[in-house]
């Protein structure tokens, strides 16, 4: 049997935008239990709220899945990007094609540039990790003599990089740029590593 917790995710992808008296009548709770729930949901992020205009009055508050909610419930998101990147390598020039992946990530990281400005290579490294792991990744870093091995211990692309492994450019472009240093994979998962690493060769106390 499902938790109320599910009830109410389950209720608020069928149903967005809805109230806190509306979920109440759907899952049948009381209205404050509902609420404390919603906002245990909210504080894990997978729920948030705004004011919605409706009719004349003050506005109401309603209550919709995140992006993260969403994620909890099946999805054939995979499958349509395998068979559009398939589309796309019938179609368009394989460079072309690894071209479109390192925009992708040159864009990314262009939202970061001014937050780099004047951050020596570990002060962007650890910027970099927070970012590759808001798009999924598990990353870790350790220092070597002569520089950085970069190590993606989860990889949130494996599935479809199994088909179309130009899907890696966008992390190997993601994090030569945000280090503006060359990034090379010495290792990787679709080839039977553990995992995928990335080998950074820059002097320790160099500031970038």
Known sequence: MKSTRDRIL????KRPR?????????????PISVRHHLTNLQVDGLVAAEEERHGVGRPRLVYFLTENGMERFPTR?????????SQMKDKLPRPVISEMFRQVATDLAAQHEPQLKNMNVEQRLDVMKDLLADEGFVVEWEKQSDGY????????????????PEVC????????????????????ILSGAAH?????????????
Do not use: F, W
């Open 10 to 13: 389950q209720t608020l992808l």
């Open 169 to 188: 450019m966008v992390d190997q472009t993601l994090i030569s740029t945000m280090l503006a240093v060359p990034a090379s994979k010495v290792q990787c």
């Open 77 to 85: 998101y995979l499958r349509l990007a395998t068979r559009l990147l």
């Open 18 to 30: 809805s109230t806190i008296n509306e979920l109440a009548e759907a899952v049948q709770i009381n």
């Open 196 to 208: 995928c690493t990335y080998v950074v060769k820059t002097p320790v106390e160099t500031t970038v």
């Open 149 to 164: 091995l970069i190590h993606e211990i989860t990889c949130p692309y494996l599935q479809v990089g199994q088909a179309h």
